[in-house]
């Protein structure tokens, strides 16, 4: 039987994991590298693995709006899904990963050798994220966030249900709905997901800020008014979107009375609410659970597998037993990090308001 095996930075032929980051040697360019580097291919725009300090940024042209609104002007460059460019003779092209809108897995071709990093993806389709493709390879690089048997999401549909109901009964009883969720991907997802018949919306500033870039983007997103300082509005029926670095914060003293909701896969787990100190806790989350994981796994024909975060060493251990030349490798993405803000945006400043 093979076992999973851990080396901090390994040489494994086309893509090497180097001290900043996936560095693919024929093509001298990296993969979302975590050091400033020449030239980065970026599969999406969390800060996790889109970073600042880069000369060159090639991403899927719908994440270059969120890099600018992000880290400013660079020198970006983008990609059509599927297209080929070519990188000192390597194949390069950018593939739908599903984890957010622009993101993308890379697919690497050099002198018949396929490598694909997959980013962090999720294989059910949200309805506006352009859908997962499985890309067929030699050796697929994979997260593994929720990589354990434990996470299964419900079907979006039901998740939803599920808010709407939610939502609905605070409004009943004349209190407030604030959702914690991150500015980017799942704010979206729950804009153009939710009832919008229940009540008026309202957005945390940094959530207008990403809903600006993607529709800078081409996305059509549903309009709702941002929550500014001084804003005198009775919320009893509203629904109040807000990044989770803004629990305990001031700021939500604004909607007194109301019931506080977090989406994260996190909340699938026993205590999970406790996470956030949240009344209500929805099991969505922008990653792929296990069963979603394998099924990609599966679908990609590779025989070598590299687990860069997450559950990491159990997710290989059970892909060695399954017949997979499966390994860990030690790499500074987070994912969905329980308790943490830093796949939402490292440069939110909470908004105070007055008391």
């Not at 093509?27 to 880069?54: C, K, M, N, Q």
């Not at 890099?67 to 194949?91: H, P, S």
């Amino acid at each position: 039987m093979l076992f999973a095996y851990s080396l901090k930075y390994p040489s494994l032929n086309l893509i090497e994991f180097t001290s900043k980051g996936m560095y693919c040697g024929p093509g001298d360019f990296y993969i979302d590298p975590w050091r400033p580097v020449e030239r980065a291919l970026i599969t999406h725009g969390h800060a996790d693995h889109s970073r600042f300090g880069h000369k060159y940024y090639l991403s899927q042209q719908d994440t270059i709006p969120i890099m600018r609104a992000r880290l400013g002007f660079n020198l970006y460059e983008g990609v059509g899904y599927g297209e080929i460019r070519m990188i000192n003779g390597v194949k390069v092209s950018f593939h739908p990963a599903g984890h957010i809108i622009g993101s993308a897995q890379i697919r690497v071709e050099y002198k018949g050798e396929v490598w694909v990093a997959s980013g962090d993806y999720k294989t059910e389709d949200d309805g506006i994220s352009p859908a997962f493709e499985p890309v067929r390879c030699d050796t697929f690089i994979t997260e593994s966030t929720f990589g354990l048997p434990v996470y299964n999401w419900n079907s979006q549909k039901a998740i939803f249900e599920d808010m709407n109901q939610w939502w609905q009964h605070n409004k009943e009883r004349g209190i407030a709905s604030v959702i914690l969720a991150y500015s980017l991907g799942k704010a979206q997802r729950i804009l153009f997901n939710i009832d919008h018949n229940i009540g008026p919306i309202y957005l945390h500033g940094a959530i207008e800020n990403m809903n600006n870039a993607i529709i800078e983007a081409g996305y059509k997103l549903p309009f709702c008014q941002k929550v500014d300082m001084g804003m005198k509005k009775d919320f009893k029926h509203a629904l109040i979107i807000a990044p989770p670095s803004a629990a305990g914060s001031s700021w939500l003293k604004k909607f007194n009375p109301y019931s506080l909701g977090v989406a994260s896969g996190w909340m699938a787990v026993r205590g999970g609410r406790s996470w956030q100190s949240a009344d209500k806790g929805f099991a969505l989350s922008d990653h792929a659970d296990w069963q979603g994981l394998n099924w990609a796994i599966k679908l990609t024909g590779a025989e070598r597998i590299i687990v860069t975060h997450g559950y990491t060493d159990v997710f290989s251990k059970w892909l060695c037993e399954k017949g997979y030349d499966a390994r860990t490798v030690k790499t500074e993405f987070t994912g969905e990090s329980p308790g943490s803000n830093v796949v939402d945006d490292e440069s939110i400043i909470v908004e105070e308001q007055e008391s």
